[in-house]
């Protein structure tokens, strides 16, 4: 498998995650999305696929939207500690997750303890 199919096949294995993604209808009057830089949060170490994945996703998404995007990588606890990160940002759109399909599925149902509800505090974009 070549390292391009390799990349098109993670990339549809990942979940794209915004935490509240939908706008408040106050700040939709305001004007439009986006108007400041976003922060693509990625579950993983940097220098890997999922990175490299969530790297080249923010490239795109900042040139379609004409605002930065943050890649910021938050290792650590199979994943939970990026998506306590982004369920605790402020419910206006500017977090988004490059989740893992058991960031959201499996690690509710292994770990109860985990500091986020996956269908509360997500919206899928």
Same mark, same amino acid.
């Given at each position: 498998?070549?390292?391009?199919?390799?990349?098109?096949?993670?990339?549809?294995?990942?979940?794209?995650?915004? #935490?509240?993604?939908?706008?408040?209808?106050?700040?939709?009057?305001?004007?439009?999305? =986006?108007?400041?830089?976003?922060?693509? $949060?990625? +579950?993983? =170490?940097?220098? #890997?696929?999922?990175?490299?994945?969530?790297?080249?996703?923010? &490239? *795109?998404?900042?040139?379609?939207?004409?605002?930065? !995007? $943050?890649? &910021?990588?938050? +290792?650590?606890?199979?994943?939970?500690?990026?998506? &306590?990160?982004?369920?605790?940002?402020? +419910?206006? #759109?500017?977090?988004?997750?490059?989740? =893992?399909?058991?960031?959201?599925?499996?690690?509710?149902?292994?770990?109860? *303890?985990?500091?986020?509800? +996956?269908?509360?505090?997500? !919206?899928? !974009?």
């Amino acid at each position: 498998m070549s390292s391009r199919s390799f990349s098109k096949l993670l990339l549809a294995s990942l979940l794209l995650a915004a #935490g509240f993604a939908s706008l408040p209808p106050a700040q939709a009057q305001q004007g439009a999305y =986006p108007q400041k830089p976003i922060k693509l $949060i990625v +579950p993983f =170490p940097p220098g #890997g696929a999922a990175d490299t994945i969530g790297r080249i996703y923010g &490239e *795109k998404l900042s040139e379609r939207l004409k605002q930065p !995007v $943050i890649v &910021e990588n938050k +290792p650590g606890a199979g994943t939970a500690i990026a998506a &306590e990160f982004v369920a605790r940002a402020a +419910p206006d #759109g500017y977090t988004l997750s490059l989740a =893992p399909a058991g960031q959201l599925t499996l690690l509710p149902n292994l770990n109860k *303890k985990v500091a986020y509800d +996956p269908v509360k505090d997500f !919206v899928p !974009v």
